[in-house]
C-alpha cells in the first residue's frame, strides 16, 4: 500500500497532522504511536464500530499506550450529555490525567462526543480522531468544532478543540452502507462545487469509482475534500463568513430534516436538496445557467431519493424558527458559479416562499 498523502490545519493552538490512506490503522502507523506514546489511551468507539474496525486500532494502540477501552450508544444517540458524563466518570475511575489522550474510533457523532469530552476532561486534553465514515473523514473530523446535543435541539453545547491528529482510512470504508457513502459524497459535492473548480471536476470524472466505494479513487478524493475544508477552517477557524460558505445546501436541509424529525432522509441526502433549491436561488441573482445546469446534472447522478411530500407551511415555519434567524433576515449560501458563492441574507421572504412552494411540489412524491 502507498505511504499515506500527508496534510496539516493550522489553527491558533499548533497545527494539526491530517493523515489519508489505506491500511493506516493495522500499519502500526508511526504519528498515531507518537500521539499516544507514554500515556493513558481511552479509546472511545461504538460497538458495532469496534467490533468492524476495532481490532487493529486496538493493538496499534496497546502497544505504545496504556490502553482503556470505552463505547459509547451507536450513532446520533451518542451525542448526549448522560454520554458525556459515563465517558467523564469513567476516565476518572480509570486514571485519567491531564496527560491522557482520547481517541474517536467512529462516524461524526462518536466524533463530535469524543471530541467534547476530550476539550472538558480537566479543561482540555489530547485527542485523536480515527473517523470511519466518509462524511466524518471528509468533514466531520475537520476544523475542530465538537458538541452533543440537547433533546430537540443539536450540537447546542459543543466547544472547538483541535484534534491533535486525524487518521482517514479509506479501507474502514468497505463495510460502509453505499447510502452512508452517499451521503459523505454530497458533502464533498457541496465543497468543491463553491470553492474549487479543479476539485469538481475531478469528482465528475471518479463519479461511478466513488459511488462504488472504489478506494482507490476514495483516498485522492477525501484528501482533496480536507485540502478544501482545511484550507477554509485556517481562514476561519471560529467560523465567521468564510467557514460559514461551507453551509451550501444546509439553511434548507436542517428544516427538511427537522421537519422529518430527523428520520427517514440523511443528512447528506438533506443536503443534496438543499443544494438544488440554493441553485434555484442563485438562478435568480446571477448564476449562470450552464452552471446550475452542470451542478444539477452531477447531483442528479448521485441518486436523491424520493423527498416526502411536505407541507409548505411546516418547511417555511422550520426554516425561520430560530428567532436570530428571523429577524436577520435568512442566511442563505448561494452559488455564483463554478467554485463562487456568495452569502446573502436580503432575499425577499416572499419570493423565496414561492420557490419553496414550487420546489417542494415538484420534488415531493
Ligand atoms: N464537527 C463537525 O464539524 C461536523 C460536521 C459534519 C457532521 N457532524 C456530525 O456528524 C454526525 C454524523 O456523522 P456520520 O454521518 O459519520 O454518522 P454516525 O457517526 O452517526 O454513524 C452512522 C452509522 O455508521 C456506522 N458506522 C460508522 N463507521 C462505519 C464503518 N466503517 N462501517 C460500517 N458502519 C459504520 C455507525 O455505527 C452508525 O450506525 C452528526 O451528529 C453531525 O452533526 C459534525
Ligand atoms: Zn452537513
Not at 430534516?257 to 436538496?273: I, P, T
Not at 448521485?302 to 433576515?329: C, H, I, N, T, Y
Request: glycine share 12%.
Amino acid at each position: 500500500l502507498a505511504a499515506p498523502i500527508e496534510l496539516v490545519l493550522r489553527h491558533p493552538g499548533g497545527a494539526c497532522p491530517i493523515l489519508v490512506g489505506r491500511g493506516l490503522l493495522g500499519a502500526a502507523l508511526e504519528p498515531l504511536a507518537a500521539a499516544v506514546a507514554g500515556r493513558t489511551a481511552f479509546l472511545v468507539s461504538s460497538q458495532q464500530v469496534r467490533r468492524l474496525h476495532g481490532a487493529p486500532a486496538v493493538a496499534s494502540l496497546a502497544a505504545a499506550a496504556r490502553l482503556v477501552e470505552l463505547d459509547v450508544a451507536d450513532g446520533e444517540a451518542a451525542k448526549s450529555v448522560r454520554e458525556a458524563e459515563r465517558l467523564w466518570r469513567a476516565m476518572v475511575e480509570a486514571g485519567g490525567k491531564r496527560d491522557s489522550v482520547l481517541v474517536a474510533l467512529g462516524g461524526g457523532s462518536v466524533g463530535d462526543l469524543g471530541g467534547f469530552v476530550a476539550a472538558t476532561f480537566l479543561r482540555g486534553i489530547r485527542w485523536v480522531q480515527v473517523p470511519t465514515t466518509l462524511l466524518a473523514q471528509v468533514d466531520a473530523s475537520i476544523g475542530g468544532k465538537t458538541g452533543i446535543d440537547l433533546p430537540g435541539a443539536k450540537n447546542t453545547v459543543g466547544a472547538f478543540h483541535q484534534p491533535h491528529l486525524v487518521v482517514a482510512d479509506a479501507d474502514t470504508l468497505a463495510t460502509l452502507d453505499p447510502a452512508e457513502l452517499r451521503a459523505g459524497l454530497f458533502e464533498m459535492v457541496k465543497m468543491a462545487a463553491l470553492l474549487d473548480a479543479a476539485e469538481l471536476e475531478r469528482l465528475e470524472e471518479r463519479l461511478p469509482d466513488l459511488l462504488a466505494g472504489d478506494p482507490e479513487a476514495l483516498v485522492p478524493a477525501i484528501a482533496g475534500s480536507i485540502a478544501i475544508k482545511a484550507a477554509v477552517v485556517e481562514e476561519d477557524p471560529y467560523e465567521g463568513d468564510r467557514r460559514r460558505l461551507l453551509n451550501f445546501g444546509h439553511t434548507l436541509a436542517h428544516a427538511l430534516e427537522a421537519v422529518l424529525d430527523y428520520r427517514g432522509l440523511r443528512h447528506g441526502e438533506a443536503v443534496g436538496f438543499g443544494m438544488l433549491f440554493a441553485i434555484e436561488l442563485g438562478e435568480g441573482r446571477g448564476l449562470p445557467a450552464a452552471d446550475a445546469g452542470r451542478l444539477r446534472a452531477l447531483i442528479g447522478r448521485m441518486g436523491l431519493p424520493d423527498l416526502p411530500e411536505l407541507p409548505l407551511e411546516a418547511v417555511w415555519e422550520a426554516l425561520g424558527r430560530d428567532k436570530k434567524a428571523r429577524e436577520a433576515g435568512l442566511s442563505w449560501v448561494l452559488p455564483r458559479g463554478i467554485g463562487r458563492a456568495e452569502i446573502t441574507r436580503d432575499l425577499p421572504a416572499e419570493r423565496v416562499r414561492e420557490s419553496l412552494r414550487g420546489f417542494l411540489r415538484r420534488r415531493g412524491r
